[in-house]
Each structure stands twice: as structure tokens, then as C-alpha cells.
């Protein structure tokens, strides 16, 4: 995966997140001491804390409000991870081992879910540290990123809900970056989302509109490890992007789909 100027990335898209200084993500301060070097190939959530504890809320005000929202979040990606109602199952035509959902959540809003399942039990931490990394390569989709025209900024968020399941998620707040061409989005599935506002100083080529600006309603990943191994549910609701797509031929559409690479 390429190295772009990414501070937090949602690592199973096929879009560059483009962000600076003040983007925002929240997770508790570790209590030891996070200049221990992991003797694992992968790196500790210690040592991916303090690599990028820059990135954390420092404003009270907006740490009291970030909290909530992905409090919200977290809530809601768990249920959507859990849960099957609405969901319309989708043949994947590239990897049957991978298992592809979409259900309509309102009139012109989607929410896709992935499933992937690993036989290893030892996976679990490895996959989580993957994810939550913002350094590491995507470790479910080796494609390549070859232009960075596309962008959001997001909260982030990492909560063990217990000794074996942990949900991370991601959500974009309402943000002004001064992009002349974005327009007014509203969260359709994160409610708490569209009061929390504040302003990026952006990038030129955010100012001057020459990137495209996508909006996360709710993203993020349920992993959870098993007596058989490691499952990692990915939900995503972007409005302006897609993972899964739909598999056309001659101009004929079926129930067929593919990851988009």
C-alpha cells in the first residue's frame, strides 16, 4: 500500500485519506510504558499509541463530544456487524471464502458488510494491531493505490468490548476544510455526528477543489476470536464510495459482486 499523507486510514478502501495535524481520533492512554519494543512482527497497540499519539483529541470540549459520538458508533457497528436483518446476501464471484452483504438503511443511504474468517486462533491481536496501525499495509486487500484523488476526514475509535472481541470504527464528523467544490453532508445513521463541527486548516489541493471529498456515516471492523479462529466483520456506509460492486456484463447485472481493488 502506498505511503500517503494519511493520519488515520481505513485500511480496507481503495481511497487515500488525506488529513493533517488536526484530525481527530480518540482511545485511552496506555498505563505502561509504551517505549517497550514488541518481540512480535506486528506492533503493540502500545507502540502504535505513542507513534501516533499526535492525532489525539486535546480540546476538552472536543474530547467530551468525540467520546459520545463514538460511543454511538461503536454501538451501531456492533449491531450491524451482529445482526442480519435487512441484509441481501451477494454472490462473490472472485473469493467464496469472503462473504459479501448490502442492505438499504434509508432511500439513498447503503450499508455494505464483509466477512472474513481465518483459521488461525494466534490471529487475533496480529489482525487487530494490523487494522489500527496506520502504518501497516491493508491486511485484507494487497491492491495497490495509484492516485489520491479522493479523500475524508474521520474520528477513530478502538474498544475491546471484551476478552475477545474488539471493534474499531470510524466516522466522519462535520468538518469545514475549506474545499469550495464539498457539499453539505448529513450522517444518516450517526445522528450525533452532524453537531460535531470544527475546522481543518487543509491542504492547497483540498482548497483549491481538487480533490474529491467523501463522507463516512459509519465504517469500521468487529473482530472476534473463536475456538476455531479469527473472524473480522467489516461494515462501511461512505456516501461517495463503495466496496462492493456490483459485476456487470454486456450491460446485464446480476446477483454478482467483487470487492472493488
Partial sequence: MNKFYIQIVLLLLSVFLCVNNKTLATEPAPEEDTKTKSKNSYATSEEIFEKNKHLLCTNP??????????????????????????????????????????????????????????????????????????????????GDVK????????????VEISQYDTIIAYVSPDINDYNPYAKKYENKIIEKANSFKTDINSEDDIRKGILRKVFVNLSGYYIQQNKIGTNATY?????GHTSIQHNCFCGKC???????K
Fill in 61 to 142: 470540549k472536543e474530547i467530551n463530544e468525540a467520546v459520545e459520538l463514538m460511543n454511538d458508533a461503536v454501538k451501531h457497528l456492533e449491531m450491524n456487524a451482529r445482526n442480519m436483518d435487512g441484509y441481501k446476501i451477494c454472490e462473490n464471484i472472485i473469493n467464496r471464502n469472503v462473504n459479501l452483504y448490502i442492505k438499504k438503511h434509508e432511500e439513498c443511504t447503503y450499508i455494505e458488510k464483509i466477512d472474513y474468517a481465518y483459521d488461525s486462533f494466534d490471529k487475533y491481536p496480529e489482525i487487530i494491531n494490523d487494522i489500527w496501525d496506520p502504518d501497516h499495509a491493508n491486511p485484507f486487500n494487497a
Fill in 147 to 158: 492516485s489520491r484523488h479522493i479523500y475524508f476526514y474521520a474520528l477513530a475509535t478502538k
Fill in 235 to 239: 461494515i462501511e456506509s461512505i456516501d
Fill in 254 to 260: 446480476r446477483n454478482r459482486y467483487h470487492i472493488r
